[in-house]
């Protein structure tokens, strides 16, 4: 069973909506990555995080998402106005330390309707 | 850049038989590699890694993966496998950058189907 924890494990918004998902990261974990997985099963990254600083994101993730950890709260992805495009599978990932494992939770599953 | 290939989309294997799943990847530089599985609606599992040292890793659930470099593959093997066994691989290659973490590049995934 996956300690990385996400919510919620599916949601289904309308064009335009805004989407928000959470991830609490494994226990003593810093480091935060977030993946799209489309249907095709190909990945996408995101964003990562070491502690609350952002490492590196892509302009997509940029412009259109949003995305933080904060201290003693879970990390957040939003989508601020979702497209069709945008429905696919959001992994968190954790790990130790920056160059270690990811370890992945179930995933939050949107679907833009 | 670096990049995973999984030539075979799909393979069917029947219950009990050996199966061998294989791994390409292109990468400048000694690689960190992963084998991930995704069961039906759920997320990626760690199945094993290889970091440099053994070339072949023993993972989870009699898993097994052989690293070569010269072959630039790491294939995932298994003796025997089991009806449990039905899901989608990954292949995943890591690249260590100070500045980005260990950002992982994904193989286009196989998709194991276990006959009875």
């Avoid at chain 2, 759920?42 to 890793?57: I, N």
Wanted: charged residues 15%.
């Amino acid at each position: 069973n996956s300690k990385v924890i996400q919510t919620p494990r599916y949601l289904v918004k309308g064009q335009g909506q805004k989407a928000k998902m959470r991830c609490i990261p494994e226990k003593g974990h810093p480091v935060v990555f977030w993946y799209q997985q489309n249907k095709n099963n190909e990945f996408k990254f995101l964003i990562n995080f070491q502690n609350q600083e952002v490492l590196q994101q892509i302009d997509m993730t940029e412009k259109r998402f949003s995305a933080e950890c904060p201290s003693n709260s879970p990390c957040s992805l939003e989508i601020q106005s979702s497209e069709a495009g945008d429905s696919a599978l959001y992994l968190c990932a954790s790990s130790r330390y920056s160059g270690n494992t990811l370890y992945f939770g179930e995933g939050s599953r949107l679907i833009v309707v | 850049a670096q990049s995973v290939t999984q030539p075979d989309a799909r393979v069917t294997v029947s219950e009990g038989a050996s199966l061998q799943l294989r791994c390409k990847y292109s990468y400048f530089g000694t690689p960190y590699l992963f084998w991930y599985v995704q069961y039906p609606r759920q997320g990626l599992q760690l199945l094993l890694k290889y970091y440099p040292g053994d070339p072949v890793v023993q993972g989870v659930n009699g898993f097994e993966a052989e690293f070569s470099k010269s072959n630039s593959s790491f294939h995932l093997r298994k003796a025997s496998v089991h009806w449990s066994d039905w899901a989608v691989y990954f292949c995943a290659v890591s690249m260590i950058n100070n500045n980005a973490g260990a950002k992982l590049t994904f193989g286009g995934g196989t998709r194991l189907t276990v006959r009875p």
